[in-house]
């Protein structure tokens, strides 16, 4: 059996078909290749500009150090002394000391001129090629210098042949006369070496240009001292005129340009010298303060790397796509199959679909039932956390009126004084109104205002004490809060001759709390301290505030008989007290706890080392940045 052979028609219609192919596969590899050194042309432009920024960032960071030597040396006294008489004094003394500062500032050399621009002393006076004698009027730094300036200047040294930056500052022996002039010069000079070696780490060649186009900087050293661009015959002649750069011819670099991409950046080859036959990408920036540019060249390399590899996957790509059209009609001949199977799973899947969303509706309903009894248990539990702390407010504000009441009868004996002198200074008010003294009656009635005044202060106090606290936090001054204490046993103190003794520091210390539930605990912590003192002779309370990093801590001492070992560990637990039966409950210490643990603090107790118990509250400290409420201020709103 014979095939038979493929008409002329289909013939032409594959051939047509493959040449379309192949330019098709022409047009995606050129295509793909563009967008691809486009692509790595601007990431390769982003790396340079960075690597330029830092460069010319750390070019004027090492020029711009020693700006403020020359000034600093020409003000010293030894040179002005110096320069006054240099034909009666010995240099020597003057050029240690000049080469004692270039050893310490890292600098090339430091030399002094005298108004006509002879050097008169100088750092390298002992070297060959030493400075002294040489005559400098024609450098820019001396001309800016004798101007009253400070100069700037860079060029290759006379004697050192090396390239170096030049910093002068002028002299002034006399500068009160309005037509004073400097008389001398004061001139350091600094290396490029060090800047140039730091760029050899980099994967780039970098240069420095000045106004003429002159490369007086570079990575690589064939190109120091060449010029971007040919110099005319009149530029060359006028920058050996200055001698900035001596003799050196200055020939053209051989860098030419071969695609400009922007202002500031272009494509560019070299034609001649150590960088022919590479292209870089060439990135100009301008150096501020000096009138330079720097100059970056980044090898092209990774740019025709990136094409390669794109133009390869671009046309791997391609082939996929080829082949895929190729085997696209066996898809057809399964198209129906596949539908005929899709559609025996569409009716599984319903089936199975409809199957889950019943097995869902029950579990739901599991679900909401569960849920229910879960928000249920949840209010209940809402509740009995209310009454909780409705029991410990309670219990707070119990103990704060218990202790009121151990108050009761000192603030009894500092109303009836004022009470006694009240009536006394009133009889008395009224005999000078029956005698017609109308000022020694007004005398008397002013001193009835101050102790009314008094005493409304005392049961100001009282009822500062015995109000309920807020739950908001503020910042608390803590000497504030210990004087308010002291002021709740003003007559306890007095009677039982305490004597109080306050350590913080003359700075006010803040803290972050609640003023009424700390001023409670402080309460009762001195409270406790003056029972406990009750048998001592010389009863002595101690009141400490110290700063502890991010926390004060607050202390209350007394040199009572302490507190048994054995107690020690259950002196804060509910209802557990040292007193004797019926002189307390045993919550007040407890309370404080709880209370100071609320506020993000810590209580703590321990006997002290010449006796005496002592307890130590730790609160977060604050800088006092709210607007805090002292305890005046919170007294004169109760």
């Known amino acids: ?179 004073a002039r400097p008389d001398g010069v004061m001139v350091l000079k600094v290396l490029l070496h060090a800047v140039e070696d730091s760029w050899a780490e980099q994967d780039a060649e970098l240069l420095v240009t000045d106004g003429d186009g002159v490369v007086f900087m570079a990575s690589r050293r ?153 928000s249920d248990e949840i209010e209940e539990r809402r509740l009995a956390e209310q009454r909780l702390r409705e029991t410990r407010d309670e219990l707070v504000q119990a103990a704060k009126l218990a202790v009121l009441g151990q108050l009761a009868a000192g603030i009894n004996h500092e109303l009836n004084q004022p009470l006694a002198a009240i009536r006394a200074y009133a009889e008395n008010a009224r005999a000078f109104i029956a005698r017609s003294r109308s000022e020694a009656a007004d005398a008397n009635l002013g001193q009835i205002v101050e102790l009314t005044e008094r005493m409304a202060e005392i049961s100001a106090q009282l009822r500062q004490f015995s109000r309920k606290s807020g739950d908001s936090l503020t910042a608390v001054s803590a000497p504030s809060c210990f004087d308010y204490a002291l002021r709740l046993f003003q007559a306890r103190l007095g009677e039982g001759d305490v004597a109080v003794e306050r350590r913080w520091p003359e700075d006010e210390l803040w803290v972050r709390a609640d003023p009424v539930r700390l001023e409670q605990v402080l309460v009762n912590l001195i409270g406790n301290a003056l029972q406990a003192m009750a048998e001592t002779p010389s009863p002595r309370l101690t009141l400490e505030i110290a700063a502890e990093g991010d926390r004060v801590r607050l202390a209350v001492a007394d040199n009572g008989p302490g507190i048994a070992e054995d107690r020690l560990s259950r002196i804060f637990e509910p209802f557990y007290t040292t007193k004797a039966a019926g002189s307390g409950l045993g919550l007040g210490l407890s309370i404080s706890a709880r209370i100071i643990d609320d506020l993000g603090g810590r209580l703590e107790v321990a006997n002290g080392a010449e006796g005496g118990a002592r307890f130590t509250i730790s609160l977060p400290r604050d800088a006092g940045t709210d607007t805090p409420a002292s305890s005046e201020e919170r007294q004169s709103h109760a």
């Open 1 to 179: 059996m014979t095939t038979a052979s493929p008409s002329p028609r289909r013939r032409r219609l594959r051939l047509l078909l493959a040449l379309i192919g192949l330019a098709g596969l022409a047009l995606c590899l050129w295509q793909t290749a563009q967008v691809a050194r486009e692509q790595a042309l601007q990431a390769l432009r982003d790396d340079a500009e960075n690597e330029l920024r830092l460069s010319v960032a750390g070019l004027t960071g090492h020029l711009s150090r020693h700006d403020y030597l020359p000034e600093l040396l020409a003000s010293r006294e030894a040179v002005k002394r110096f320069l006054a008489t240099p034909a009666q004094q010995d240099p020597m003394p003057l050029n240690r000391l000049l080469d004692r500062f270039r050893a310490t500032a890292d600098v090339s050399d430091i030399y002094l001129l005298d108004r006509h621009g002879d050097t008169l002393a100088a750092s390298n006076w002992h070297r060959e090629s030493t400075f002294i004698g040489e005559n400098y009027s024609f450098r820019r730094y001396y001309q800016d210098a004798m101007q009253g300036q400070k100069g700037r200047f860079f060029g290759l040294g006379l004697r050192s042949q090396e390239r170096g930056y030049y910093f002068s500052a002028p002299i002034w022996l006399d500068d009160t006369a309005p037509n």
């Open 222 to 374: 064939a190109l120091r001292l060449t010029a971007l661009e040919p110099l005319a015959e009149t530029e060359l002649a006028a920058l050996h005129a200055s001698r900035r750069y001596g003799d050196e011819p200055l020939p053209p670099a051989g860098i030419r340009e071969l695609e400009r991409r922007g202002e500031n950046a272009r494509l560019v080859g070299f034609s001649d010298g150590p960088l022919a036959g590479e292209r870089y990408l060439s990135l100009t920036r301008p150096v501020p303060g000096f009138g330079w540019d720097m100059h970056i060249l980044k090898p092209l390399t990774p740019v025709v790397d990136a094409q390669w590899l794109a133009a390869a996957l671009a046309g791997g790509l391609y082939g996929l796509v080829v082949l895929g059209g190729g085997i696209g009609w066996q898809r057809l001949r399964l198209r129906r199959e596949r539908e005929r199977f899709a559609e025996r799973e569409r009716r599984t899947l319903a089936r199975a679909r409809d199957e889950l969303e019943r097995h869902v509706e029950a579990r739901t309903r599991d679900l909401t039932a569960t849920n229910r009894r879960l």
